[in-house]
Nanobody
Framework: QVQLVESGGGLVQAGGSLRLSCAAS????????MGWYRQAPGKQRELVAT???????YYADSVKGRFTISRDNAKNSVYLQMNTLKPEDTAVYYC???????????????WGKGTLVTVSS
């Protein structure tokens, strides 16, 4: 059974930084796409950033130039460095691993349970 666990959330003042981490446990053979999503109170979940196995990246316009996504394939982990945080970045942040191959299956999709980021003004 594959599980994703996020960490690194917390309370920070506007202009500050946080680094989120997400690690997968279980028998994983490969992970094609790793990503971060967020859901603010009363809003739909939205894509923040993704990174492919080949290190191709995508960022939502709202975080370009402030957030950086990275991954460590050996550790089955993804990271999100968040700088110059704004109150509107306040949300629960979720990691997602897509197109995952395990020892018994492929094309699987997994989500973490989320970590709360609160940015005070």
């Amino acid at each position: 059974q594959v599980q994703l666990v996020e960490s690194g959330g917390g309370l920070v003042q506007a202009g500050g930084s946080l680094r989120l981490s997400c690690a997968a446990s279980g028998s994983i053979f490969s992970i094609n796409v790793m990503g971060w999503y967020r859901q603010a109170p009363g809003k739909q979940r939205e894509l923040v950033a993704t990174i492919t196995r080949g290190r191709g990246t995508y960022y939502a316009d709202s975080v370009k130039g402030r957030f950086t996504i990275s991954r460590d394939n050996a550790k089955n982990s993804v990271y999100l460095q968040m700088n110059t945080l704004k109150p509107e970045d306040t949300a629960v942040y979720y990691c997602r691993f897509s197109d995952v191959a395990t020892m018994t299956s492929y094309g699987m999709d997994f989500w973490g349970k989320g970590t709360l980021v609160t940015v005070s003004s």
